[in-house]
């Protein structure tokens, strides 16, 4: 039963009535509704329990302000927690629950903490839970258990979301009359215009105000300009969309409810986050009415003036039927006399001594009664306002009161005045400065290239709030270099109002820190005497008493409370309003998804695959793939029920013995040419590369600034002026990167172009000793033999015909090619090898099998076996530093930290047992029986099981390793086990390098 | 309505020369120009139309898209007419995928995953741009149809691109070829 439905009225479609569940029962609401008002049209007051204290609570408000009413709405994976009611708009079959209150709401155990609330004041949990400091384990799974609204789910998120970037000259924040103002007069001026505004409705305030604009109904009003504004093509309107972030740059973000509205799991993308870049904003966000705060000021029935007069005249719920309004100012006027004609009963209460201008005669000519000079001190009832108990008042706010009436009502609408939506304007970086004569904080100056507008810049008339936007539209516009159109500015309806009488803290029959709780935050459970409470404990900064009393945190991030508690901290500080400022506001304006943060990049979307040109074939051919970088690299190529380490014996084997095949072509390649190639190479590499001749290969190293190695390669000089650099997998980018900022920053004056082949080329490595006959099978061009081609040269050729660049170098210490073809006829030349191997059986190898065979020979790999710290001297790389040039980095190889003899250098281990394959990370002790914490001496890099010498290997970087030839040290195993390993050469096949040089 | 829907393709035969060189400094413009036979591109993000497709990528840098075909010998003529001047001449054919779109919502989808503005107004007919798109960088060139666009990608991504473009055109009229 809709028993607070009104008969006629409201933007709802009473044609359409909605089915929906609300803590598991059933109501009815109509088209149009939000779940809040369609709750109140049931008679539902209770619909939330307080955070700490477990107190029953209702609907306060009717916007994205609203404290108590948090649900979840939805269930499974597509449950949406800790949304407002407020903010829900009513769907067919909607389901959604309380997040607090356990067993149910109207008996809810926790609210015990209610009865004991004097022992749980503000820092009741740091005081309580910090001793004795070993019991936190047993605390905390009942904190955590309390803590908290809603629950997230638990499954993944079904739906579709997505990003979308947008770029405009002006974005309104905010389609309320001022904000619609501006836009219009930005779209009649030219302008591109994004216009967003969080309601399902453009219009705020209007789409329930008595006011007329150009003498319609202000709805009317607003069809008109939404009419108007949605026919340009350069103009977006975007209803249900939170401006919810104001970053640098005017760099805007909103997050658009695109099916949320019609029900769950529907076809489509349910949310959409836009990144909007604007040249200029105009912040039309509204303001927001602060309650009063009084003892018991949060019984279910307690709401703010502008929220009743929302739910009557949009929504057509009358939410009570006897009335009181208490307000020190005029605005709650407008809700008596929307009271009065749903047909309540309503007496006003306000702590003025002059009462309201034209609105208060208005209302007494409605015979409604006007107690002057009074305030409500209390309420009466538990779960619902039963009465409030009222009391004469000076205007002293130190003073004692004496309750004298006594006013029986099941509703209370209370209006403390009005704080502009200031937050956008905050994220921006422009700061909010208290205005006196309007006991609130105003947007002061701007950081960003954006004005505020309305009643979110202290506008608080209709008239006043359509100029502020018409004059912010056409200052945009013109920033923008538009000539700003002119828009005559519509009339409204208005009347004068009295001064409001600022009233932070309503006094009581006690002293506030023993009467009944007066809450401040509702969602939070912070009141008077927390606040006072925190003051006395010492906290004098704003920040600080926030963080203490958890004031202004949570969904509603202190929309409702922050203003009257920070009065209220500046009367116990016994400061100025100004002085104690604001806390900062910062994004998010109200919370966001997850899904719309993530938006499409999920699943396989999160991160790009990369695939060489011969991926297929790989893919063909059963190889698993390890992802390097963004690559996708065979990993191992199984035959038949092969697991990893019986192929990689197989591939190592077959390598060592015959001849192998990988897919190299990840290998970042460079093309490094002009006049000062050799110069800008010398810098770089730590050798000498001007010694190199042309058609040689050279391997390179370089380091960063700090003398540690960044990256390695083999070079190719192919010309007097021009070589072939190549990098590691990961280093591509970034290496090319590093060497277009010495190029460009720092010796411009060097004449040397380098450009990107990774792409351009595929790199098949074919390897074994009977590499050279397979090329051969294969139709190669050239002479392959040692004396024409010798180990570390290039040579241009062609294989079966195709051109290649051939390399002679080698990554597994054997006779080896590397065969660089355009990526077009590299999966074309991969098969041709193929089948010139066959005769040789041919192995494919993938990465695993490519890391034990460098391994046995002891090459390194940059960010394996090294990690930032490691010098090339570390490495027992001498030979590869030039003493006749200077390169980067080798300076700092000077350093004294860099000559430590006791540094970490490069060595092998063997396990003394023969048999136990480290785990690679292994950290090495040397006094096994050391308490903890244990000093360690080194740790393992790289580590397999070597087939070739039957028996495992692995290199490790070791203190002062290379002095410690033949010692033993221990393995630290993760099940606590000590394994002893000999430290031993890195090179552990062919240390002569001679099977490579045939 | 055919006409209407947008069109992802990749297009195959597409070579690209990948320029460097000085337009300020000796010989290079008036040579590379002369080889092209079409003016190079000065001005940023912008494309010179002639019997190839060359577009502006920096001040010292030019992609010139050709027929696969003619990337060959346009390699070879730039190179050695060049060889006097600090140039460099790099074909890049085989690393280049390109993407067409086509049609009404083309800018619509660019804008799911590319910050760039792509107002008819901003990036015009002779447009090129390198950007970022979803994860992967991408030359996007306005071809000069109306609403037609080229986006070249690096071979490696071009599998992540077309699914991405799949997904991200999910909601919006795009047929894919």
């Known amino acids: ?998 | 309505m055919s006409d209407a829907r947008t069109r992802v393709e990749v297009l195959a035969e597409i070579g690209h020369i990948n320029l460097r060189g000085d337009p300020g400094r000796g010989a290079f413009r008036e040579i590379a120009e002369r080889v092209l036979g079409q003016p190079l591109p000065i001005t940023p993000n912008t494309v010179s139309e002639g019997g190839h497709r060359v577009c502006w990528l920096g001040p010292d840098e030019w992609s010139v898209v050709t027929a696969a075909g003619d990337a060959g010998v346009l390699l070879e003529q730039l190179q050695t007419a060049l060889a006097g001047e600090h140039a460099a001449v790099n074909d890049l054919s085989g690393g280049l995928a390109v993407v067409r779109i086509s049609g009404a919502d083309s800018r619509r989808l660019f804008a799911r995953g590319c910050t760039l503005d792509f107002h008819p107004d901003k990036f015009v007919p002779g447009s090129c741009a390198q950007a970022g798109l979803a994860k992967a960088s991408v030359l996007f060139i306005h071809t000069g149809g109306r609403d037609v666009f080229d986006l070249v990608v690096r071979r490696s991504f071009l599998d992540y691109m077309v699914r991405w473009l799949r997904h991200a055109g999910a909601e919006l009229d795009i047929e894919f070829h």
């Not at chain 1, 609408?413 to 006196?436: D, F, Q």
């Open chain 1, 1 to 998: 039963m809709q028993i607070n439905r009104l008969s006629q009225g409201g933007r709802i479609d009473r044609s359409k009535p909605l089915g929906f569940r609300f803590n598991g029962k059933r109501y009815q609401g109509f088209a149009g509704d939000t779940l809040a008002s369609a709750l109140l049209a049931n008679g539902v007051l209770l619909v939330s329990r307080s955070f700490k204290l477990h107190r029953p609570r209702g609907i306060v408000a009717a916007g994205s302000d609203e404290p108590n009413a948090i649900v979840q709405v939805g269930s499974g994976a597509s449950t949406i927690p800790n949304l407002r009611a407020t903010e829900v708009e009513l769907y067919d079959g909607l389901k959604a629950r309380s997040t607090k209150g356990w067993p149910g709401l109207r008996f809810d155990i926790a609210a015990l903490n209610d009865r004991f609330s004097p022992l749980l004041g503000a820092g009741f949990y740091y005081k309580t839970f910090m001793r004795p400091k070993a019991f936190w384990k047993h605390y905390e799974r009942f904190i955590r258990a309390s803590a908290g609204f809603g629950a997230a789910p638990q499954r993944t998120d079904p739906d579709r979301y997505e990003h979308c970037n947008a770029h405009c000259d002006v974005l309104v924040a905010g389609a309320g009359p001022a904000g619609l103002m501006a836009a219009l007069v930005a779209a009649r001026s030219g302008a591109r215009v994004i216009v967003a505004d969080e309601q399902n409705e453009f219009g705020g305030a209007l789409l329930s105000a008595s006011a007329t604009i150009d003498g319609q109904p202000a709805p009317d009003w607003v069809a008109t300009v939404v009419a108007e504004l949605s026919g340009y093509e350069d103009v977006t309107v975007l209803p249900r969309s939170t401006v919810f972030g104001y970053h640098d740059h005017n760099f805007l973000t909103l997050a658009e409810r695109c099916t949320d509205h019609i029900g769950e799991r529907v076809q489509g993308v349910r949310q959409r986050l836009w990144r909007v870049r604007a040249k200029q904003v105009v912040l039309a966000q509204g303001a927001f009415e602060r309650p009063l705060v009084f003892c018991n000021n949060d019984r279910p029935g307690v709401m703010t003036a502008s929220a009743v007069s929302t739910y009557i005249r949009r929504y057509a719920v009358c939410p009570g039927k006897r009335a009181v309004v208490f307000t020190n100012n005029d605005s709650a006027y407008e809700t008596a006399l929307d009271l009065r004609a749903s047909g309540a009963t309503v007496i006003v209460i306000d702590s003025r001594s002059g009462g309201a201008g034209a609105l208060g005669a208005a209302v007494r000519k409605e015979g409604i009664t006007v107690l002057a000079a009074h305030v409500v001190t209390d309420v009466t009832g538990r779960r619902k306002v039963a009465g409030v108990r009222v009391a004469q008042w000076s205007g002293d706010v130190t003073a004692r009161v004496e309750n004298t009436i006594r006013i029986d009502c099941d509703l209370l609408a209370v209006s403390g005045g009005w704080s502009p939506a200031v937050h956008l304007h905050s994220h921006s970086g422009g700061k909010n400065v208290w205005e006196e004569s309007l006991h609130c904080f105003v947007p002061g100056e701007t950081a960003q290239a954006c004005v505020s507008a309305g009643s979110g810049n202290g506008k608080w008339a209709l008239d006043a709030c359509l100029r502020d936007g018409r004059d912010a539209g056409a200052a945009v516009a013109s920033r923008c270099g538009f000539e700003a159109a002119e828009v005559p500015l519509p009339s409204a309806s208005d009347t004068a109002v009295n001064e409001m009488q600022p009233l932070w803290r309503v006094p009581a029959v006690k002293d506030p820190d023993r009467c009944p709780k007066q809450f401040v935050d509702y969602q939070n459970d912070t009141s008077v005497a927390d606040i006072r409470l925190a003051v006395r404990e010492g906290y004098r900064n704003v920040e600080h008493v926030k963080r203490y009393t958890a004031l202004g945190f949570g969904t509603d991030q202190g929309k409702l409370g922050n203003i009257n508690g920070m009065a209220i901290l500046a009367e116990c500080l016994d400061e100025d309003i100004k002085d104690v400022g604001t806390t900062t506001f910062r994004p998010a304006y109200t919370p966001v998804t997850f899904g719309v943060g993530a938006g499409e990049n999920v699943g396989e979307l999160l991160d790009p695959v990369r695939k060489t040109a011969i991926h297929e074939w790989h893919e063909q051919h059963g190889a698993p793939f390890e992802v390097v970088g963004q690559w996708h690299r065979p990993w191992y190529f199984p035959r038949g029920d092969e697991d990893l380490h019986a192929a990689v014996a197989r591939e190592c084997l077959a390598t060592r013995n015959s001849v192998g095949i990988m897919d190299a072509s990840t290998l970042g390649k460079i093309d490094a040419q002009g006049p000062d190639v050799v110069e800008f190479l010398e810098r770089i590499y730590t050798h000498n590369v001007g010694k190199m001749k042309v058609g040689r290969c050279a391997y390179g190293i370089m380091l960063g600034e700090d003398g540690m190695v960044m990256d390695d390669g083999v070079m190719a000089r192919l010309a007097e002026n021009r070589f072939y650099l190549t990098t590691t997998t990961g280093g591509a980018a970034p290496v090319l990167a590093w060497l277009e900022t010495w190029l460009q920053t720092e010796w411009p004056e060097l004449e040397v172009y380098l450009t990107s082949l990774t792409e351009t080329y595929s790199t098949i490595a074919v390897a074994g000793p009977n590499s050279r006959r397979v090329l051969q099978n294969a139709g190669c061009s050239i002479d392959l033999e040692r004396e024409s081609f010798p180990f570390m040269s290039v040579r241009s050729a062609n294989l079966a015909g195709i051109p290649v660049q051939l390399f002679r170098v080698s990554f597994s210490g054997e006779l080896a090619f590397e065969v660089n073809i355009d990526s077009r006829y590299a999966e074309q030349m991969w098969r041709l090898l193929m089948q010139a191997g066959q005769e040789f059986d041919i192995t494919p190898y993938g990465t695993e099998t490519m890391h034990v065979l460098r391994a046995e020979k002891g090459f390194v790999i940059v960010g394996q076996d090294t990690d930032g710290s490691v010098t090339p001297v570390d490495l027992g790389m001498n030979w590869m530093l030039s003493k006749d040039k200077d390169y980067l980095g080798k300076r700092s190889l000077a350093r004294k930290d860099c000559l430590r003899e006791d540094r970490k250098q490069l060595v092998g281990l063997l396990s003394e047992d023969g048999k136990t394959v480290l785990p690679e990370g292994t950290q090495l002790v040397d006094d096994t029986g050391a308490p903890i914490p244990v000093p360690m001496c080194g740790h393992v890099t790289s580590s397999y099981f070597s087939a070739c010498l039957g028996h495992p290997i692995a290199l490790a970087l070791v203190a002062g390793g290379r002095a410690r030839r033949d010692e033993t040290t221990f393995a630290a195993m993760q099940d606590g086990t000590r394994v002893p390993v000999r430290i031993v050469s890195s090179v552990f096949y062919d240390a002569k390098g001679e099977r490579q040089n045939v």
